[in-house]
């Protein structure tokens, strides 16, 4: 059975789908079969992958914008490693259903919450995270994480961001991920070419950090 991971926030734009094609990259050059679930009526990963046209090495996604995300990804992992699924803005049916299908009880998979750089987007992350402490509070085994994304490259100015992210984590008990997600072009440019940070430029830093980031998400899956 393979495992699922939920990029969830219904905060727009925090940077679910970017962490979320990437890192379902880093992990299929690991060797790994990925399978991207988009839950996003907007399809902005789908539309990511057919930007690559049909050479695109991406791993393959597929759109489902419904409330029965969980039965979709849990019928997706029998026959990948791994189930990315990508989270909607603003959808909390959809949301919850990411929720449920990375605390399965018998497949426990990875929640991660992207957190962007202000109090917008801790009022906006809220909801999700009492969501999640409510499906802890029935017993499922969530194993759910909180990382920096969209942050200034330079590190005086991912304080903020930093100290906002360790107090809503603290307050519902999410950690937060060592490795973060920072400002860089590539991760917008690769959007447009349809492929990952790797393929734009493999010895970027947007490359680096992707591969640090995927490194920490597998020891902490194991
Ligand atoms: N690390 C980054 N560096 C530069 N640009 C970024 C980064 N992360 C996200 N962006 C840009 O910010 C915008 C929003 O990011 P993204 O689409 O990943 O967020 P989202 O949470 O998936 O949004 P939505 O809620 O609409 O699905 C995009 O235009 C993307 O290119
Ligand atoms: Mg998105």
Redesign the pocket.
Request: aromatic share 6%.
């Given at each position: 059975m393979g495992k699922i991971i939920a990029?969830l926030?219904?905060?727009?734009?925090?940077?679910?789908?970017?962490?979320?094609?990437n890192v379902a990259r880093v992990v299929q050059l690991l060797g790994y079969s990925v399978v991207i679930l988009d839950t996003?009526p907007?399809a902005?990963a789908l539309c990511w992958r057919r930007a690559g046209g049909e050479e695109s090495v991406q791993p393959e996604v597929i759109h489902h914008p419904h409330n029965d995300v969980h039965l979709i990804a849990e019928k997706l992992a029998k026959d990948n490693d791994f189930v990315f699924i990508?989270?909607?803005?603003?959808a909390r049916d959809i949301t919850i259903s990411g929720i449920l299908a990375a605390s399965n009880p018998d497949n426990p998979g990875l929640i991660l919450v992207?957190f962007g750089t202000g109090s917008v987007d801790a009022w906006g992350s809220f909801h999700l995270l009492e969501f999640i402490q409510k499906r802890r509070s029935e017993g499922a085994p969530v194993n759910a994480f909180m990382f920096l994304?969209?942050?200034h490259p330079q590190e005086n100015r991912q304080k903020d961001s930093a100290n906002a992210a360790k107090e809503l984590g603290s307050a519902f008990d999410i950690p937060i991920m060592k490795n973060m997600?920072?400002?860089?072009?590539?991760?917008?440019d690769s959007?447009g070419m349809g492929c990952s940070v790797i393929e734009l430029n493999k010895r970027g830093k947007?490359a680096e950090q992707v591969q640090g980031f995927t490194q920490e998400i597998m020891e902490i899956m194991v």
């Amino acid at each position: 059975m393979g495992k699922i991971i939920a990029w969830l926030n219904p905060k727009g734009g925090a940077g679910k789908t970017t962490s979320c094609v990437n890192v379902a990259r880093v992990v299929q050059l690991l060797g790994y079969s990925v399978v991207i679930l988009d839950t996003d009526p907007q399809a902005s990963a789908l539309c990511w992958r057919r930007a690559g046209g049909e050479e695109s090495v991406q791993p393959e996604v597929i759109h489902h914008p419904h409330n029965d995300v969980h039965l979709i990804a849990e019928k997706l992992a029998k026959d990948n490693d791994f189930v990315f699924i990508d989270g909607a803005a603003v959808a909390r049916d959809i949301t919850i259903s990411g929720i449920l299908a990375a605390s399965n009880p018998d497949n426990p998979g990875l929640i991660l919450v992207p957190f962007g750089t202000g109090s917008v987007d801790a009022w906006g992350s809220f909801h999700l995270l009492e969501f999640i402490q409510k499906r802890r509070s029935e017993g499922a085994p969530v194993n759910a994480f909180m990382f920096l994304s969209r942050q200034h490259p330079q590190e005086n100015r991912q304080k903020d961001s930093a100290n906002a992210a360790k107090e809503l984590g603290s307050a519902f008990d999410i950690p937060i991920m060592k490795n973060m997600i920072t400002r860089f072009m590539d991760y917008e440019d690769s959007q447009g070419m349809g492929c990952s940070v790797i393929e734009l430029n493999k010895r970027g830093k947007a490359a680096e950090q992707v591969q640090g980031f995927t490194q920490e998400i597998m020891e902490i899956m194991v």
